[in-house]
């Protein structure tokens, strides 16, 4: 069926703010253009990238609005180019033949203003998230949004998901599991490195910075272990608003000395960082997946994360390829555990890196473009008691 795929993120990779969902949804969008579709991302505007481009992938990449505005301006080209005009008219690559629109808490809503098939991505559900970055009043309206307007909006849609959790929680909704397609990331394919695992013991933790991603709970580990493993030292990978805040927390914890905040790392300096660490941490309240544990997994090494976390639960097989907390006492006695066990190491990472190997973004791809074969126009007449959707 190739055809014309059009992606509505709220950013994209060089986006500074960029995560695993943007990382999801190119990789995504470069395999299917392997399989013959034309792909076009729209995404909000930053400084770091032109308004236009194609990304080496193939993958046509527009950029407009901002982190607010981007949702409105998705619908304006998508109108205009109905009529011939702007970035998405069909002079500039067709016209879209289906929308990927991608949640990321708040949906562009296209089956509102696009006359064609609308499948909707979410990673994870956002309901621990919303008060934890918002106001009390607007976490309630966007949980409003996402939990109820959204799911009547998008009813009749098929919808996507990276785990079996985030699918599980979409039923507590009012999605029905059947209208849910799960299709798992790949692992990327970290650059070669000469790094080895560091002479002392190092915990690496690759997050966003920001509340919801709880890198307290890092340094907490760090301030635990601090007296009886002297040479015990953090590596804080990532940018974000609150940098300034785990600073402080570290100055409070006496664990300032210990803790390199290395801020943005580039993919060769990931892979050397993954490869010399002990342990991975990743403290996160929740995660549609948990593409840095992979990442971790395929440099060996383990992963302590929090068993109530969404897919980071699937990601990391509890026992095998690293350790699943209960709450934060239980977290630090994993991260205590790793450390002091060589052996069990050793073998967690040996596990994690074949677990890591058993996700590929060919599969991925393959997987996601049999899933717009069956998509369906959002704005088609029922039949009475006929299903809104069949997922193998």
Known sequence: MPGHVLFLNWRDTSNREGGGSEVYVERIAAELVTQGFHATLFCAAHRDAPAEETNPAGVRIVRRGGRHTVYLWAALCYLAGALGVGPLAARRGGRPDILVDVCNGLPFLAPLWARRPVVKLIHHVHREQWPVVLPPWAARFGWWIESSVAVRIYRRCRYVTVSEATRRELATLGVPPEQVAVVHNGTPELPRTDAERAPFPLLVTLNRLVPHKRVEVALQAVAALADE???????????????????????????????????????????????????????SLKEGWGLTIVEAGAAGTPTVAFREAGGVAEAVVDGRTGLLADDLDDYLKNVRTLLHDHELRQEM????????????????????????????????????????????
Request: aromatic share 10%; net charge positive; hydrophobic share 45%.
């Open 229 to 283: 493993l002297p040479q015990l030292r953090l590596v804080v990978a990532g940018q974000g608003w609150w940098e300034s805040h785990l600073r402080e927390v570290a100055t409070e914890l006496g664990i300032a000395d210990r803790v390199d905040f290395r801020g943005f790392v580039t993919e060769e300096e990931k892979a050397a960082l993954l490869a010399s660490a002990w342990v991975a941490l990743t403290p």
């Open 349 to 392: 990472g040996a596990q994690a890196r074949r677990h890591a190997g058993s996700f590929t973004w060919q599969v991925a791809g393959k997987n996601f473009a049999s899933l717009l074969e069956t998509a369906d126009s959002p704005r088609r007449v029922q039949r009475r008691g006929e299903p809104s959707y069949l997922v193998p």
